[in-house]
């Protein structure tokens, strides 16, 4: 059966199907040659189901407010302060592209939203400062990764949802390890502007830092409702979304005056959409899932590495190959919905942590947003800048090898995903 789906769900992938058939169409496959017994109904329940829960409404809450801050005057500021603070640096710029996706993710959990946040505003400034065109998209595209592990990801509400961990752990887990990527690629920066002789820019004032954050503050004001709330345990990662989305379009409306009522109503349809494409491809997700955990899938992998005596070690190496070759062909999320309802139960039988294998699973699903050949990132990043996507896949190479690097010390050193968790609920 594992070979029905895998290999049906490949032709339809290389024939150009959309994913959500790619998805389904195998599925209903795998019903009608080995499960013809279940009704039809109990199917049209499990694609539904695969919906139906309330953790997942955080996700268009939070497309919602990426849209908003991303069109807005949020995402400008933050990207204005971050700037003063940190862009008087060798390679300042580069770090100050990677400080802003990370401020922008911390708002929005979306790495498509920060590239298309950001491309416009720090693209010229980068080329401006001495960076070459390929290592200036490479970056912008990969600092992108970040707002998938900094803390509100929509990657780990999906996670925690398909396999019940602690989403308020995972957020925890995300902090670290987002941190840990960033510094990987701020040591980038350094090493590219010293071989290139970019030097510091003029270091700000404290007048000027001044305005920068006081443009900034109610910016700022976005990460303290959301992870401030869910931490100390006022509010739940769903309701944080809803009050993301309530006070995203009060300070772009009210404060800034940077919306009108059309505004809003583009925005809302924009978001509306994007929340369309990711709950089609769940509930096509959930059904195949049924079907691989019906099938003891998850059983037959188990036995298997117990058969050639393969421990956690080479299972996550295993892992990480998957997820790899996934990303190179398909759409994350569809990476996800796929490979982890098999994975999971084999990683927590051999002792592997939850919210460990979360974050390996998400450092995968970050890597495979940058990966040729369809990386989607790489295409945002093409549309938002009009650069070819070759030149981009050129730019990207250097950073796909530090993010293998980054996350085979995440792998095999389970300590920087746990650490915060920990330390915050014992």
Same mark, same amino acid.
């Given at each position: 059966?594992?070979?029905?789906?895998?290999?049906?769900?490949?032709?339809?992938?290389?024939?150009?199907?959309?994913?959500?058939?790619?998805?389904?169409?195998?599925?209903?496959?795998?019903?009608?040659?080995?499960?013809?017994?279940?009704?039809?109904?109990?199917?049209?329940?499990?694609?539904?189901?695969?919906?139906?829960?309330?953790?997942?409404?955080?996700?268009?809450?939070?497309?919602?407010?990426?849209?908003?801050?991303?069109?807005?005057?949020?995402?400008?500021?933050?990207?204005?302060?971050?700037?003063?603070?940190?862009?008087?640096?060798?390679?300042?710029?580069?770090?100050?592209?990677?400080?802003?996706?990370?401020?922008? !993710?911390?708002? *929005? %959990?979306?790495?498509?939203? $920060?590239? #298309? =946040?950001?491309?416009?505003? &720090? /693209?010229?400034?980068?080329?401006?400062?001495?960076?070459?065109?390929?290592?200036?998209?490479?970056?912008?595209?990969?600092?992108?990764?970040?707002?998938?592990?900094?803390?509100?990801?929509?990657?780990?509400?999906?996670?925690?949802?398909?396999?019940?961990?602690?989403?308020?752990?995972?957020?925890?887990?995300?902090?670290?390890?987002?941190?840990?990527?960033?510094?990987?690629?701020?040591?980038?920066?350094?090493?590219?502007?010293?071989?290139?002789?970019?030097?510091?820019?003029?270091?700000?004032?404290?007048?000027?830092?001044?305005?920068?954050?006081?443009?900034?503050?109610?910016?700022?004001?976005?990460?303290?409702?959301?992870?401030? !709330?869910?931490? *100390? %345990?006022?509010?739940?990662? $769903?309701? #944080? =979304?809803?009050?993301?989305? &309530? /006070?995203?379009?009060?300070?772009?409306?009210?404060?800034?005056?940077?919306?009108?009522?059309?505004?809003?109503?583009?925005?809302?349809?924009?978001?509306?959409?994007?929340?369309?494409?990711?709950?089609?491809?769940?509930?096509?997700?959930?059904?195949?899932?049924?079907?691989?955990?019906?099938?003891?899938?998850?059983?037959?992998?188990?036995?298997?590495?117990?058969?050639?005596?393969?421990?956690?070690?080479?299972?996550?190496?295993?892992?990480?190959?998957?997820?790899?070759?996934?990303?190179?062909?398909?759409?994350?999320?569809?990476?996800?919905?796929?490979?982890?309802?098999?994975?999971?139960?084999?990683?927590?039988?051999?002792?592997?942590?939850?919210?460990?294998?979360?974050?390996?699973? $998400?450092?995968?699903?970050?890597?495979?947003?940058?990966?040729?050949?369809?990386?989607?990132?790489?295409?945002?990043?093409?549309?938002?800048?009009?650069?070819?996507?070759?030149?981009?896949?050129?730019?990207?190479?250097?950073?796909?090898?530090?993010?293998?690097?980054?996350?085979?010390?995440?792998?095999?050193?389970?300590?920087?995903?746990?650490?915060?968790?920990?330390?915050?609920?014992?």
């Amino acid at each position: 059966m594992l070979f029905l789906i895998i290999g049906l769900a490949a032709i339809l992938l290389i024939l150009g199907f959309e994913m959500f058939l790619v998805l389904g169409i195998p599925a209903l496959a795998t019903k009608e040659a080995f499960y013809g017994n279940i009704p039809d109904l109990a199917v049209i329940q499990k694609i539904f189901g695969g919906i139906d829960h309330t953790t997942l409404l955080a996700i268009p809450f939070f497309i919602f407010a990426a849209h908003l801050m991303g069109s807005g005057q949020i995402s400008k500021n933050l990207t204005g302060l971050v700037r003063s603070l940190i862009g008087h640096t060798r390679g300042g710029m580069g770090h100050t592209v990677i400080g802003a996706s990370m401020a922008f !993710g911390s708002v *929005s %959990g979306s790495a498509p939203a $920060t590239v #298309a =946040a950001m491309g416009k505003m &720090v /693209y010229p400034e980068m080329r401006k400062n001495g960076f070459s065109e390929k290592f200036s998209l490479g970056l912008l595209v990969a600092s992108a990764e970040t707002a998938l592990l900094i803390p509100p990801s929509i990657t780990f509400i999906i996670y925690g949802w398909m396999t019940g961990t602690s989403i308020a752990k995972l957020f925890a887990g995300g902090l670290a390890v987002g941190i840990f990527l960033g510094l990987a690629f701020a040591i980038m920066v350094w090493i590219e502007a010293k071989r290139c002789g970019i030097q510091p820019d003029k270091k700000t004032t404290w007048g000027e830092r001044y305005t920068a954050t006081r443009k900034a503050v109610w910016a700022l004001g976005m990460p303290f409702i959301i992870l401030g !709330g869910i931490y *100390s %345990g006022t509010i739940t990662p $769903t309701e #944080a =979304a809803a009050v993301s989305v &309530v /006070y995203a379009i009060f300070v772009e409306m009210v404060i800034y005056r940077n919306f009108s009522f059309k505004d809003l109503v583009n925005i809302t349809e924009q978001s509306a959409i994007a929340t369309c494409v990711i709950f089609i491809l769940l509930a096509m997700g959930g059904l195949i899932s049924f079907y691989v955990t019906l099938a003891q899938v998850p059983t037959q992998i188990t036995d298997f590495l117990t058969a050639i005596d393969a421990g956690p070690f080479q299972f996550l190496l295993a892992v990480n190959i998957c997820f790899l070759i996934a990303g190179m062909f398909i759409d994350p999320n569809s990476a996800l919905l796929i490979l982890v309802p098999p994975l999971f139960p084999v990683a927590t039988a051999m002792g592997v942590d939850p919210v460990h294998f979360g974050m390996i699973v $998400t450092l995968n699903i970050s890597l495979g947003m940058i990966t040729p050949p369809f990386g989607l990132d790489i295409f945002v990043a093409s549309s938002t800048l009009n650069k070819p996507v070759l030149n981009i896949i050129n730019g990207v190479w250097p950073f796909v090898f530090v993010n293998i690097l980054v996350l085979m010390v995440v792998t095999y050193v389970p300590q920087i995903s746990l650490f915060i968790p920990q330390l915050i609920f014992g």
